[in-house]
């Protein structure tokens, strides 16, 4: 039997920023909670889409996956599991087949190594609303005064006095899907800047 070294959540969360950070223009969030407030990704990028990042350590259990897979679908265009040995044989019964997976294992050299088994696949289930909400309120406002989507049915002074939520249901209602794909490139920089 091989002995593999166990890696824990600080371990595979520093490589996993360490590669984030060679890409280029991305910016990485730690921590983000999505609007609904029923999960947490443990690491957001944001480089040509938004990317979720889940980590389940050696010393984890995936129990809670059932309830998290729903909600990164909803908030990110792309997601993926990061793993350690302990479930690199099972991980793959867990998440959607559009879900990507990184596998990280200490080597011989006491360094990490991220692999990745399989590539994420843009996120068939995302929610337009749900994705514009990872915005905060003064954003949304900006981009829907700014951005004229709201023109024919609202005045910019009257966008400004709307909650965050009534102003992303506007938009959900009034924008072709062209312009929401438009609207998601404003978001994407707004997450960038």
Same mark, same amino acid.
């Given at each position: 039997?091989?002995?593999?070294?166990?890696?824990?959540?600080?371990?595979?969360?520093?490589?996993?920023?360490?590669?984030?950070?060679?890409?280029?223009?991305?910016?990485?969030?730690?921590?983000?909670?999505?609007?609904?407030?029923?999960?947490?990704?443990?690491?957001?990028?944001?480089?040509?889409?938004?990317?979720?990042?889940?980590?389940?350590?050696?010393?984890?259990?995936?129990?809670?996956?059932?309830?998290?897979?729903?909600?990164?679908?909803?908030?990110?265009?792309?997601?993926?599991?990061?793993?350690?040995?302990?479930?690199?044989?099972?991980?793959?019964?867990?998440?959607?087949?559009?879900?990507?997976?990184?596998?990280?294992?200490?080597?011989?050299?006491?360094?990490?190594?991220?692999?990745?088994?399989?590539?994420?696949?843009?996120?068939? &289930?995302?929610?337009?609303?749900?994705? $514009?909400?990872?915005?905060? @309120? +003064?954003? /949304? =406002? !900006?981009?829907?005064? %700014?951005?004229?989507?709201?023109?024919?049915?609202?005045?910019?002074?009257?966008?400004?006095?709307?909650? &965050?939520?009534?102003?992303?249901?506007? $938009?959900?209602?009034?924008? @072709? +899907?062209? /312009? =929401? !794909?438009?609207?998601? %490139?404003?978001?994407?920089?707004?997450?960038?800047?």
């Amino acid at each position: 039997m091989i002995y593999v070294k166990k890696l824990d959540d600080n371990e595979i969360r520093t490589a996993l920023i360490t590669r984030l950070s060679t890409y280029k223009d991305c910016k990485i969030y730690e921590e983000v909670t999505v609007p609904s407030g029923k999960a947490r990704a443990d690491i957001v990028s944001v480089n040509g889409h938004v990317v979720a990042y889940e980590i389940k350590s050696d010393y984890d259990s995936i129990k809670r996956l059932e309830t998290q897979i729903p909600e990164y679908d909803r908030n990110f265009e792309m997601n993926y599991i990061v793993v350690g040995a302990k479930f690199e044989e099972s991980i793959s019964n867990f998440v959607p087949e559009y879900w990507g997976i990184i596998l990280v294992r200490k080597t011989r050299l006491n360094t990490i190594r991220l692999s990745f088994i399989r590539k994420a696949k843009l996120n068939p &289930k995302l929610s337009f609303t749900d994705f $514009l909400s990872l915005l905060s @309120s +003064n954003e /949304i =406002k !900006k981009i829907a005064t %700014k951005g004229k989507y709201l023109e024919k049915h609202l005045k910019s002074s009257e966008v400004r006095k709307l909650f &965050k939520q009534d102003i992303v249901k506007k $938009l959900d209602e009034n924008l @072709s +899907n062209s /312009i =929401k !794909k438009s609207l998601k %490139k404003q978001v994407r920089l707004s997450l960038k800047s």
